[in-house]
Every structure is written in structure tokens, then in C-alpha cells.
């Protein structure tokens, strides 16, 4: 397969280009940064997710380039875990134009290229955060929300092409979206999960291998959280 997933710098973006290279796929990854992978399996396009026209351009060099892809896996996100009366407006418009805006950009663009695949899927990320409306984390939840309702309505509106479009939502995994939480908060935060542990990179994958394999081509428009949180 050819796979793009945005935001693998590092963290989860990061162990998923790793892995699928490693599952003898292509992939192609997009950073602000260097990649630290080198692989004659990935290529990596640095820019800012954030600006549409760079992404448009991104979409351009792998159409040339490749032609076609079969997987679009939309990872990359930020948060700013703060009280609302603490979080400035520039921190919420950044947080729903990386989180959010740069996933709706990608898919965009990337319709055409997903058409020519036999089993064309996109993957998009939510939280926990979001069925346990998590205080302190307005923005993020809002922008992680978006994402939800995306992803049920375009699994409508793209399947007459047979793209399925589904979502996970992990439970904290240890990277450095969540290096700034408070030990408590984190502590409180397994509790109200039914299993009460850290989620890890391979909970990730299991997840994202069941969406993307070919015959998952009647699931579409889900929210998969972890963890055993409910909506």
C-alpha cells in the first residue's frame, strides 16, 4: 500500500511511519521538521500543515510522484491544556487549523488520488477527551470534535467513491502532547477509563491495521475510543 500520514516527526505519527515501512508499505510522511527515519520506503515532505496552498502542493508531488495512494492517516495535532479564561484566541485558532482545518485540507486534495485505489481509506484522530469533556481542554476537545462530525458525514458523502472514512480516539499514549500533565490529572483521567492503564503505539496500530485492511470496506463513519471510554 501507499500510505500518507501527516505529522511524523514524532510521537504517534512517528512509531506509524515506522511501522508500516517496517510492514513492507510505502509511506509517505510531512513534518514542519527533518525526519529522523531514513528507508528507500519513505519519503518526507517538510511544511506547515496549517497553510492549505503547502498542503496543495504536498498533494501535487505525491500525484507526480506516485500517482495514486491507498491510505490517508491524519495524525497530526497539538493541544494547550489551560482554563478557558487562560487560553487566548490565538491558541484556539491554532490549535482547530492543525488539528482540524489541516485534516479537512488534506482529504481535499487527496480525494482524487484515493479514487484510484482498490480499497481507498482515510483514517482521522480523536481523543478520549472528547466523550469525557474533559475540562481544561476546551480548544483541543473542540477541535477533536470537529473531527468526529467530519468523519461521520463525509463517510455519507464519500462512499459512492468507496472510500471509508473512520476515526480512532486513543486514550493518553506517553508522548509529548501530554509531557506537561500533571501526574494527578493523568491519574484521574485512567480512572474513568474501564481499563485503567496508558494506551500504547501497538493499541494504535491494531486499531488502524482493522480499518485499512481490504476488508473493512463496510465499516465506515466509526469512532473507535480506547481504553473503554464511552460515548
Do not use: W
Request: net charge neutral; hydrophobic share 45%; glycine share 4%.
Amino acid at each position: 500500500m501507499i500510505i500518507v500520514i501527516t505529522g511524523t516527526h514524532k510521537g504517534i505519527g512517528l512509531e506509524l511511519a515506522k511501522y508500516y515501512i517496517d510492514s513492507d508499505n510505502i509511506v509517505i510522511g510531512c513534518s514542519r521538521h527533518e525526519s529522523v527515519i531514513s528507508n528507500e520506503n519513505y519519503y518526507h515532505y517538510i511544511f506547515n500543515l496549517c497553510n492549505p496552498e503547502q498542503i496543495s502542493s504536498f498533494a501535487a508531488e505525491v500525484q507526480k510522484n506516485f500517482g495514486y495512494i491507498d491510505v490517508l492517516i491524519n495524525n497530526a495535532g497539538i493541544a494547550s491544556m489551560n482554563h478557558f479564561l487562560m487560553t487566548p484566541i490565538e491558541t484556539a485558532q491554532k490549535i482547530m487549523e492543525t488539528n482540524y482545518l489541516s485534516a479537512y485540507s488534506c482529504i481535499r486534495v487527496f480525494i482524487s488520488l484515493l479514487r484510484k485505489s482498490v480499497s481507498p481509506r482515510i483514517v482521522n484522530f480523536s481523543s478520549i477527551a472528547v466523550p469525557l469533556n474533559l475540562d481544561g481542554e476546551l480548544s483541543y476537545v473542540a477541535s477533536k470534535s470537529a473531527i468526529e462530525s467530519m468523519t461521520k458525514i463525509l463517510a455519507k458523502e464519500l462512499a459512492m467513491f468507496k472510500i471509508t472514512v473512520n476515526a480512532i480516539a486513543p486514550s493518553p499514549i506517553k508522548t509529548d502532547l501530554i509531557a506537561k500533565v500533571s501526574e494527578k490529572k493523568l491519574a484521574n483521567l485512567l480512572e474513568k477509563q474501564a481499563i485503567h492503564r496508558f494506551g500504547t503505539f501497538k493499541d494504535v496500530f491494531n486499531v488502524i491495521d482493522f480499518f485499512i485492511k481490504p476488508e473493512s470496506d463496510f465499516i465506515t463513519g466509526q469512532i473507535l475510543y480506547l481504553g473503554g471510554v464511552f460515548r
